[in-house]
């Protein structure tokens, strides 16, 4: 080895990432019931800026809940309740006040299965920017959207093509120039490369990675080799019995990605993570 | 709960601990060719060599095919990379005994010094223990037995600083000159069998710990553990 070179830290956090680290969801005490059936609770984390962030664990431990806690995406489901706090940027989410649609303006989400509207590709993503009435320089806010969700290059010789004839993948990323489009702070992916093929998962998965440059990012998903792909910090679910039987969701451990994957302090988090669990 | 990966793992590991007992055999072969001048089973020595880089070679392919199909994380990722790791300081260690044999093929019809043959034996037989308790502390996942390789080691550096000091004194003496430095070799190489040996439990530090330090660091020996 030659002496000028210095050894190489490889789950040191990339470049793009702060090297201090800003609190973006200062989550406390958080417990979210539908009705008598508690789906996750004790969750106390701290989501930071411009990182990819992960949330994994099994079926049931609560994970895609705990997501749409943090944009309010719970909202309208009957018997929901939510306990603790969430706060961005130190303001409570749940507070007297908070306007719900300032909070998904800020926060986006996508969701697992591709879901643009019956329109072209151009309506699709200039859809939320006319509601919210940013008309202005219309077409060079889709241009930066679809050049954000590296789709332009795609899709720009027939922008007024109905989005439903992309394939999956490209309508992926579609939803993820949708939600880009109004310029968010935050987007929160739930699954977004579980109907994907690997190459089409591939593209999304790198995508991930330039967006985090300019987006903080919380992505759901149930492969954990995804996980450890493209997420600076990992936070692993499960599912926690209580005396009485009933079982709810709850934090088990959450730390920077290369320790949770080479060195997790759980026990529960190795028995999952190596595949040794139930 | 994955079965047969659980079983590649068990199964590498136990191919693992027969190249250790191989690793023994081909050293104390070289030893015994050594001590008795026996060119036969010095040849013997060489050749059985070829039955550890055989087994070198096949612990290596399945630790390159379970790394490529089922991506090993956490303390599985750790005992795969120190598997990988103890492999090779065990087939090094194999290569040693050969230069012994061959040394020992070299020197066959020149005259010994007695009290350095001797004391060649000594150090062979620490080596031989040093290996054994690296197998045993990868076996048993034993740290302090790990550790304990660093004074297994001190001793075996201080014999051959003793035997380098009297072959200074010997050298020139033209009846044993040839012998002796010939056998400077095979006291290094001892040395340096040692040397493996606590690489290994090194190894075994990082599987049990999760972090990789050096026992004993060259450049700054005073900060020993």
Redesign the interface.
Known sequence: MAPTMRPVDVTAPRESAPQTRETVFDIKDLKASYGSNVAVRSVDMEIYRNLVTAVIGPSGCGKSTFIRCLNRMNDEVPGFRQDGKILYHGIDLYGDGVDQIEVRRRIGMVFQRPNPFPKSIYDNVAWAPRILGLRKNLDERVEKALRGAALWDEVKDRLKKSALALSGGQQQRLCIARAIAIEPEVLLLDEPASALDPIATASIEELMHDLKTDYTLVIVTHNMQQAARVADRTAFFSLDVDESGRGAGTLVEYDDTGKLFTAPSDKRTEDYVTGRFG | ??VS?QEELDQLEASLQEEGSLVLRVLRGALNALEHRDVELADEVIAFDDDVDVLYLQIEAGIQSLLARQ????????LVLAMLHINLHLERMADYAVTIAKMTKLVADVEADPPLLQSLQEMGERAEEMIRVALDSFADRDLEQAESLVELDELIDRSNRRFVERVIELVAEPDVREWVLRMVLVSRTLERIGDHAVDIGEQVAYLLT??FREFTDASHPEEHV
Request: aromatic share 8%.
């Open positions: 709960m994955r990966f991506t090993p994380v956490a303390t599985d990722l750790r999760a972090e």
